[in-house]
T-cell receptor, first 110, second 112 residues
């Protein structure tokens, strides 16, 4: 599975959009981009995933660049409860293990 | 529907002892994976079971083992506990390599 790179930390004002970047320049054609988040002392929570098209669900939007070398997770209206560590993972469609990097610690501030 | 259930939530063991942790996946999910999370190493994959067979294994010593039962429930065992085994142990289930692994809340193991 491709390695991903994320900034270690980010701040966001409550009510504003949080844009979390992820670099996955070595991603291969059959690898999906998954996003999880982990709120302190809880298990990771699945957010969204995509292959090459942009995706949206009730939690977030995922924007993947045309060359698939990077992506951005967008939380459209961040709340204090969105404060968490966000992990970007590249996983092929036969993959059965998630390789977590350091993630981005998002701090949503009032 | 019920989520992934891990028991116990907290555990304190003495160095040299062994421990067994339990994970009940979401009904219908046949894949169960285990992860270890420590402040120093982050989240690391231990192993994955599917239909009672270990399909993949991470880079952990043989003291770490697991199994899966016919009802998809899984257990992991750590023998001869070391202080460094203190960690949050997480279980995740999925239908089979499909979108979104669902994690449990974990078992926090402290070795003293």
């Amino acid at each position: 599975d491709a390695k991903t790179t994320q900034p270690p930390s980010m701040d966001c004002a409550e009510g504003r959009a949080a844009n979390l970047p992820c670099n996955h320049s070595t991603i291969s054609g059959n690898e999906y981009v998954y996003w999880y988040r982990q709120i302190h002392s809880q298990g990771p929570q699945y957010i969204i995933h995509g292959l090459k098209n942009n995706e949206t669900n009730e939690m977030a939007s995922l924007i993947i660049t045309e060359d698939r070398k990077s992506s951005t997770l967008i939380l459209p209206h961040a709340t204090l409860r969105d404060t968490a560590v966000y992990y970007c993972i590249a996983l092929n469609n036969a993959g059965n293990m998630l390789t977590f990097g350091g993630g981005t610690r998002l701090m949503v501030k009032p | 529907k019920a989520g992934v259930t891990q028991t116990p939530r907290y555990l304190i063991k003495t160095r040299g002892q062994q421990v067994t942790l339990s994970c009940s996946p979401i009904s219908g999910h046949r894949s169960v994976s285990w992860y270890q999370q420590t402040p120093g190493q982050g989240l690391q994959f231990l192993f994955e079971y599917f239909s009672e067979t270990q399909r993949n294994k991470g880079n952990f010593p043989g003291r770490f083992s697991g199994r899966q039962f016919s009802n998809s429930r899984s257990e992991m065992n750590v023998s001869t506990l070391e202080l460094g085994d203190s960690a949050l142990y997480l279980c995740a289930s999925s239908p089979d390599r499909e979108d979104g692994y669902t994690f449990g809340s974990g078992t926090r193991l402290t070795v003293v």
